[in-house]
């Protein structure tokens, strides 16, 4: 899918996190719950996150991968100047094209630097052939869209418009998804393996589903169960789950808040 035209079928939407500085802990990325948030308030939704180092070899392979999946990419990092910056080096690479410098990204940077573009800067609209600019309202110094992938930088008070501008420019057309719920129930006093039929018989009723199985780590004997998806297909899969855990005898309790489900309530339990 090209970077302009809008789909009748919503795009899969991913985030790259790139640097290694995020492997080793020196920073905490801020980037994956901004992109839920932003995407949340258009009806989108995030589908996969992935965070890389700066070895250029894998980033390659992370980006060819990427690039092969047609998914929409958000990229934090890494296009800079300095030498540990090789995004988009890589990017080109991953995609079997050269990089050029790009005549607007140019005319941005020395519209800002002038004669102290050179010989550093310009390095930074050294893009692959084919990239357009990602306008930067901080500091003007441009991130790029190549191929359904957002270049931007890994500072938030750049990035982050960025990301907005792209969706509002290029994917305000994208359709909707259907909102997504979430039923919580806790079964207590039994083991996991008791209950593989009934979370075998839910996910076969349910494809569309996601079922989430999570024992409590405290050492008390209790599992959280998550049923995800849309609002009818997650309310009828809670209700088949909850009736297969009435028929063994099970003991839980419903986390879902009061009335965000029908008949929501608890069984086998007293108040």
């Given at each position: ?121 310009i390095e930074m609209v050294n893009w692959p052939e ?142």
């Amino acid at each position: 899918m090209s970077d302009s035209s809008a789909s009748a079928q919503q795009s899969a939407f991913g985030v790259l996190l790139i640097g290694d500085e995020l492997l080793s802990g020196k920073r905490s990325d801020k980037h994956q719950a901004k992109v839920i948030e932003l995407l949340d308030t258009r009806g989108l939704e995030l589908a996969w996150s992935l965070t890389v180092g700066d070895d250029p070899e894998r980033l390659t392979d992370i980006l060819r991968w990427t690039l092969d999946r047609g998914d929409v990419v958000f990229s934090f990092g890494g296009i800079g100047a300095t030498p540990d910056d090789r995004t988009r080096q890589c990017a080109a690479a991953a995609a079997g094209v050269p990089t050029v410098i790009h005549s607007e990204g140019r005319a941005e940077l020395e519209a800002v630097f002038g004669e102290r573009t050179y010989p550093q800067r310009i390095e930074m609209v050294n893009w692959p052939e084919g990239a357009t600019p990602i306008p930067n309202p901080v500091n003007r110094v441009p991130g790029f869209s190549f191929r359904g992938h957002h270049f931007v930088p890994g500072f938030p008070s750049m990035a982050w418009p960025m990301v907005e501008w792209v969706l509002d420019t290029r994917y305000a057309g994208e359709t909707p998804v259907e909102r997504q719920v979430e039923f919580r129930l806790e079964a207590r006093d039994v083991a996991e393996s008791d209950l593989i039929e009934a979370m075998n018989d839910v996910i076969a009723a349910h494809p569309d589903l996601r079922l989430s199985c999570l024992p409590n780590a405290s050492g008390r004997r209790s599992i959280e169960f998550g049923l995800r998806g849309t609002p009818g297909n997650a309310a009828t899969a809670y209700h088949r789950f909850s009736a297969h855990l009435d028929a063994l005898g099970v003991v839980w309790v419903a986390l879902t808040p009061p009335g965000a489900c029908p008949d929501a309530g608890s069984r086998n339990i007293e108040a």
